[in-house]
């Protein structure tokens, strides 16, 4: 059975996701191969695309933010039918591929892929089974222009209702989670042991503050504000590809233990090693922390998705939020205040975590009657 993957670059997320299913599906014999749609048609579109994501939600996020608002209370106004048309424009430029490709599924991870595939299915174009996976715990707006797939796949089920509002069937929904790297679901590391090989404390409360793949957030000023909260705990700083950031955070004098990293590729070793984690809601690393058992402290959320995402979260009880009312300090005073906050946390992860989502999706896809 051969799986196309589609997605497109637009922070690391979405490729992310597409990695850890190829990985299971390969794993299962699926011979899988890998599409950023934006960079086949255009690789100047393509560079648009992800420049623009960061520029407007990292520099200048209230444009970006007014636009998804926008979006959400779309009726059918001029802007997003020239977007379904431009959308038609684009799917005619991936027909070619997809014909030859000739996969039996297609799989996407994002919305604009998922539209131009829910266009070539409308038109009879593609007959092949179509998988729509949505990155958030939210339903992204644009995700309405996919209803033309066989099924589409959302983080939780309490995020149903949201699909059945754009217009989605009960029977279109698979409620399996996010895709995660397996290494999440498969744990089995000793808290003690690497808290140890990183050089920490092992008996001492343990923070993770992580910016991000594309480092987000004013590292220095958090890690400056962590060493002032009076409680007795230790932090694991990851930079992402903020090399400054690092630099700044490794010159900064600290009273407290600061483990500083850029670009890890051992994420779940790190969240194991810890009793919560600072960080930005992202569909990705909300998962993988919830399918760790980590409670969340929100920092930093992207206008639109990520707003979104954290009041999931807050909703359903694994996560407290940072904002200008509520500042990190007092957040991190409140939670050492009342211990039993955060055990409450972890029970109510315990009713939304998808550990084994990409098994679970892989396994239904493995179960399809292909043609």
Not at 196 to 221: A, C, H, R, V
Request: glycine share 4%; aromatic share 8%.
């Amino acid at each position: 059975m051969k799986a196309l993957i589609i997605s497109v670059t637009c922070g690391q997320g979405h490729n992310s996701t597409a990695r850890a299913l190829m990985k299971t599906l390969s794993e299962r014999g699926f011979e899988c191969e890998f599409l950023d749609c934006f960079e086949h048609i255009n690789r100047i579109l393509a560079n648009i695309i992800d420049d623009g994501y960061q520029l407007f939600t990292k520099t200048v996020p209230k444009p970006y933010a007014a636009f998804y608002k926008r979006a959400e209370k779309r009726k059918k106004p001029e802007l997003f039918s020239k977007m379904k048309a431009t959308n038609t424009i684009l799917a005619s430029k991936l027909r070619n591929y997809i014909e030859e490709s000739n996969p039996d599924v297609i799989i996407t991870t994002h919305c604009f892929a998922s539209a131009m595939v829910s266009i070539l299915k409308e038109n009879n174009v593609i007959h092949s089974k179509n998988i729509a996976i949505v990155t958030d715990f939210t339903v992204h707006p644009f995700w309405e222009d996919s209803v033309n797939f066989d099924y589409i796949v959302v983080a939780n089920e309490l995020l149903n209702n949201q699909l059945l509002k754009k217009g989605f069937k009960k029977e279109q929904i698979l409620t399996t989670g996010i895709p995660i790297d397996t290494k999440f679901s498969d744990n089995q590391h000793n808290k003690i042991k690497v808290r140890e090989d990183l050089g920490l404390d092992p008996d001492k409360l343990t923070l993770l503050l992580m910016s991000g793949s594309m480092g987000y957030g004013n590292i220095k000023k958090t890690v400056s504000i962590l060493d002032k909260v009076n409680a007795d705990f230790q932090t694991i700083v990851v930079c992402g590809n903020n090399e400054e950031a690092k630099h700044k955070v490794e010159k900064m004098r600290k009273s407290k233990k600061f483990v500083t990293f850029g670009y890890v590729n051992n994420v779940d070793e790190l969240m194991e090693a810890s009793d919560c984690i600072i960080t930005k809601p992202g569909g990705l690393t909300t998962s993988e922390a919830l399918a760790m058992d980590l409670p969340l402290i929100v920092v930093n959320p992207i206008p639109g998705q990520e707003e979104r995402n954290r009041d999931f979260l807050l909703n359903n009880g694994a996560a407290v939020s940072v904002d200008e009312t509520c500042p990190l300090d007092d957040v991190l005073y409140q939670l050492f205040k009342n211990p039993g906050r955060i055990v409450n946390m972890k029970e109510c992860i315990s009713y939304i975590k998808k550990p084994t989502s990409t098994y679970d999706l892989a396994e239904f896809i493995s179960n399809l009657q292909f043609e």
